[in-house]
């Protein structure tokens, strides 16, 4: 593929396409630093595993209250709006974190839950602005563009990062003599800015908000229940994709700086790769790629279980960078497809399904968050390392017939 070609490629795609790739684009830069080197941060002011598993938890109740409050502020404010306040309140809550040097059980429930409130409008609202911007047949290209960036971000920035953090501590600058955690709130100035230049590419976009004001549902059709399974096994995994590499690389391997090279190891592989699947993959071979994301991340489970070392962490760091991509380059076009069946048999609007997709997401997080906290409480954290990511990476293979299920019923239905 030439890369003139596909920069036409891209100028082909309608407007509000382009803008979101861009918006994601820029916002994909901050997205490390909220998911690995808060994590970071939290290890090295704690020593905890568990501390970093609460905070978690606390972001994910932030998320899916965010989900059901937009719904309501859909009613007085256009999405874009809201997706934007979610990109410059993440930024600042993450700034926040950093700025508190007390570490403390109450500190990250508050911070985590500030961060999950802002990243929740993030999320819910880039998935409706998709939703109306995308169809089945260019979700592909739109997914596997994304993914593109999003691994190499994943590569450069945690790399730039990890340099950075690792070769601060004792630089003066103005008679101050830098510390590790003064490097940390630098970065959240820096991700501020970028937060703010993605807003600013979010507004050049020419989207509507939803039509129904009705978002508000607790029946569904058993389609959108079985896509709630699925959303409830991805969600089991999303936690462990954010907390475990930095719990694991700070505490085999080393530093942030550790962090940095093995997130970058294979990263720019798995880039490619996704982006090329994006262009050439079609519809029917979204469960190909499902499966062997899925397959890949249960050996790296496996691997991290059985040797539960230094090897075995950089395995399932390497299982984790090929697995994201892979995943979701398959699962939110047969999300995205399952809303449009579902919305023309209900006639409801997409932010309905959104919403509880969130919550079934949610559901999934608390129990993969709850197994490592009561698992590390009754037993060890060691032992919850070990064990809870397996049981976690096993009960993702549900997920493959789930899926095969589900696109199915949407056959079934588009033949009838």
């Not at 803008?19 to 684009?25: A, F, K, Q, S, Y």
């Not at 009705?214 to 936690?239: D, I, P, T």
């Not at 391997?253 to 982006?275: R, W």
């Not at 048999?345 to 999934?364: A, C, N, P, S, W």
Request: glycine share 8%; with cysteine.
């Amino acid at each position: 593929m030439k890369l003139t070609g596909e920069l036409d490629f891209f100028k082909s795609q309608p407007i509000n396409i382009r803008t979101l790739l861009v918006t994601n684009l820029l916002f994909a830069i901050v997205l490390p630093i909220v998911e690995i080197f808060a994590g970071a941060y939290i290890m090295r002011n704690t020593g905890s595993s568990s501390y970093v598993m609460i905070y978690q938890l606390c972001m994910y109740i932030g998320v899916v209250i965010t989900a059901i409050a937009n719904g309501l502020l859909l009613k007085r404010f256009k999405a874009t709006q809201l997706y934007s306040f979610g990109i410059l309140i993440s930024a600042v809550a993450l700034m926040v974190m950093m700025f508190i040097s007390n570490v403390t059980i109450a500190m990250l429930c508050a911070t985590g839950l500030m961060l999950g409130l802002s990243t929740g409008f993030f999320w819910t609202n880039r998935y409706l602005l998709t939703l109306y911007s995308t169809n089945d047949e260019n979700r592909n290209y739109f997914f596997g563009f994304e993914s593109f960036f999003f691994s190499f971000w994943n590569i450069v920035v945690p790399v730039l990062a990890g340099a950075f953090l690792a070769n601060i501590e004792g630089v003066k600058v103005l008679d101050k003599v830098l510390s590790v955690n003064n490097g940390y709130q630098i970065m959240t100035v820096i991700a501020l800015l970028i937060s703010i230049g993605a807003c600013i590419a979010l507004s050049k976009g020419q989207f509507k908000n939803p039509e129904s004001k009705n978002f508000f549902h607790f029946r569904f059709h058993r389609l959108w229940n079985k896509m709630l399974s699925l959303a409830g096994l991805k969600g089991m995994v999303q936690g462990f994709l954010v907390t475990a590499p930095a719990i694991l690389i700070m505490k085999f391997i080393g530093g942030e700086g550790s962090i940095g090279l093995i997130q970058g190891i294979g990263g720019a592989v798995t880039a490619i790769l996704v982006y090329v699947l994006g262009r050439i993959a079609r519809p029917q071979d979204r469960m190909k790629i499902f499966g062997v994301g899925l397959f890949i991340f249960f050996l790296g489970t496996l691997m991290n279980c059985i040797l539960f070392s230094a090897v075995g962490v950089i395995v399932f760091i390497l299982s984790k960078v090929l697995f994201q991509p892979l995943h979701d380059l398959a699962y939110y076009p047969i999300m995205m497809r399952t809303i449009d069946t579902v919305s023309a048999i209900e006639k409801r609007d997409g932010y309905t399904y959104i919403m509880t997709h969130e919550v079934g997401l949610f559901i999934g997080r608390a129990f993969g968050m709850l197994l490592f906290i009561i698992m590390a409480k009754v037993a060890t954290e060691e032992v919850a390392l070990r064990y809870a990511i397996l049981i976690v990476g096993t009960l993702q293979l549900l997920s493959i017939p789930l899926a095969s299920s589900i696109l199915r019923d949407i056959d079934n239905n588009e033949k009838n």
